[in-house]
Every structure is written in structure tokens, then in C-alpha cells.
């Protein structure tokens, strides 16, 4: 058996306009790396970070909550080093923290032999997203995990389910270099919303994941409205309501908020929407005066892998 392993650990965006806090999915080209091995010390050692500034001590790294909830339900006879090469930024809204709190326990259990199901990985990530985003939740963790488009039936207990992705389907993801804090993020959403707009939501939510299991572009473009959380999060986003109408003019089927913020996402059908949805997040972004990046993905089915 191994005694390091190394993995990729993807980015991952939440919420998915009608699918507050239980919809997700997987994307392919951005993600972090992370190195895990045995050691004979025992205990959680994070004893490299390259990328962004980040607490070395695991009981204040994402990485390290995950890996020590899983640590001490394992019991191993021996102790684990991390090295994180962090390329996701935190505080994006593309799931850095998810990242993290996924890969040491990955490669944690692909080092022990893997006692652990992808649903009891789940639970020990879990532990790891709360400490910054200051809630139990797995809407990214999941689809890190499972790949694809993912559905959290539930957190008390965990219970995933794993949504179809249309094999057509791209996302496209503009990132401006500005950070909202998902615990701020939550802070300004209201504690009860009108009845009619909750079964709007619902409406929304359902066609969604009708959509994804028959490949129905139609009705996923009819289905990605969020009609509860966006009015309050897009004011934290700067030019959010001008790249979601440059993005729906040029073919997008939908748009929302990723995750918290400050990153938007598009979907679209097929790679050349994908390029003018890019075109015309670029066109908005580049008469302001913030730094943004822009990436085109496939959904990724695999989830987090093995290098």
C-alpha cells in the first residue's frame, strides 16, 4: 500500500440559482493539488502551503478540522503529513474551502485503503467547511466528492444524491478578485420569505432536476431562477445585474450567484455558447476597474482524482 499519495481536489459551485444550500456540481479545469503520506509521528502535520496565507495549525485549517474528525474515528497506527497547493482563492465562491476539507480526507482514505464510503467522506469534510463558512452544509463538498451535479437530501444524517449531467452542458465562470465572505453572505438573507416565492422556488428547483435527468435544455433555461436569495447576495457582487443580461443575450441558459460570491457561473449548451458567454463576461468586467479571471468547464463527472 501507498504511503503518499497525490490528488487533485476540484473547484465546485453551490447553491446553482434555485438550489440554495442543496444543489452543486463539479467542474473540471480549476482546483487545488494536495500532497497527503504516512508518517510514523502520529497526528495531523500540515507542514507545507503554497498559494494563499493560511494557518499551518490543523485545528485552524479547513484541511486539518476535516482530516482530524476523520483521524480520530479511524484510530490509524500511524499519523499523516499534508502539503496543500492551494489555486483555488478563498473566499471565491467556487468552493475553496470545500476543496481542502475534501482532499485530506481523500487522501487520507485512499491511503488507509479506503474504509470509508464517499457519503461518510462527506461527513468528516463537513467538519471542515463549517469552520469558515460557520454552518453545516455539503452543497460543495458533495459534488467534490461524487463528481457531477449533486443533491443533499440531507446533512443530519448525510444523505447525497447524484444528479445526471447532460453531456452537452458547460459552464463558464467569471471570478472577480474581490472576496465575500460566505458567513456575511448568509448574514443578509432574510429569515422568512413570502409564500408565493417560495413555491416559485420550489417550481424552479423541481423542473431543474427534471432537466438534468432528461437532457432537457428547454427546461433547464426555464428553471434557473432564483427568486429568494439573489435579490439580496447580487448586491454584494459589483456589475451583476450587467453580466447576467450580457451572458443571457448571448445564449446562456442560465446564470446565478457561485456559492456565496463574488464568482458568477453560466451554463450553456455546447462549447461555442460557452466562448461567447465568456466574451461577453469579459466585454462587462473589462470596463471596470477589477481584476477577474474567466474559465470555461465541462462538468466534471469524475470528481476529486488521484494524480
Known amino acids: 500500500m501507498k504511503n503518499e499519495i497525490k490528488i487533485f481536489s476540484p473547484a465546485t459551485v453551490a447553491n446553482v440559482a434555485c ?135 440531507s446533512v443530519s444524517p448525510i444523505d447525497i444524491l447524484e444528479i445526471p449531467s447532460p453531456k452537452d452542458l458547460y459552464a463558464t465562470i467569471i471570478h472577480p478578485q474581490i472576496e465575500v465572505k460566505t458567513s456575511e453572505a448568509r448574514g443578509i438573507l432574510p429569515k422568512e420569505v413570502p409564500l408565493q416565492d417560495a413555491i416559485t422556488q420550489w417550481a424552479n428547483f423541481g423542473s431543474l432536476i427534471h432537466g438534468l435527468h432528461t437532457s432537457d435544455y428547454n427546461v433547464i433555461q426555464k428553471s434557473l431562477h432564483d427568486v429568494i436569495v439573489e435579490p439580496y447576495r447580487s448586491q454584494l457582487i459589483p456589475h451583476y445585474k450587467e453580466v447576467k443580461e450580457a451572458v443571457l443575450e448571448q445564449g446562456a441558459l442560465g446564470a446565478g450567484i457561485s456559492g456565496s460570491g463574488p464568482s458568477i457561473f453560466a451554463l450553456s449548451k455546447g462549447l461555442e455558447n460557452a466562448k461567447n458567454v465568456k466574451e461577453a463576461m469579459n466585454n462587462v468586467y473589462s470596463k471596470t476597474k477589477i481584476a477577474f479571471e474567466i474559465h470555461i468547464t465541462k462538468i466534471n463527472t469524475e470528481g476529486i482524482k488521484v494524480l
Open 19 to 153: 438550489g440554495f444550500d442543496v444543489l452543486g456540481f463539479c467542474l473540471d479545469s480549476i482546483g487545488d493539488e494536495m500532497v497527503i503520506r504516512k508518517t510514523d509521528k502520529k497526528g495531523i502535520h500540515i507542514t507545507k502551503i503554497e498559494g494563499f496565507d493560511l494557518p499551518f495549525e490543523a485545528a485552524l485549517n479547513v484541511a486539518g478540522v476535516s482530516a482530524l474528525a476523520m483521524y480520530e474515528a479511524a484510530k490509524p497506527d500511524c499519523g499523516f503529513e499534508i502539503e496543500i497547493y492551494k489555486n483555488i482563492k478563498p473566499g471565491s465562491g467556487i468552493g475553496s474551502s470545500a476543496a481542502s476539507a475534501v482532499g485530506s480526507v481523500f487522501g487520507m482514505n485512499e491511503l488507509l485503503g479506503r474504509p470509508y464510503s464517499k457519503t461518510e467522506l462527506t461527513q468528516f469534510a463537513i467538519k471542515g467547511e463549517a469552520l469558515a463558512s460557520k454552518c453545516d452544509h455539503a452543497d460543495n463538498l458533495a459534488p467534490a466528492i461524487f463528481g457531477g451535479f449533486t443533491l443533499v437530501k
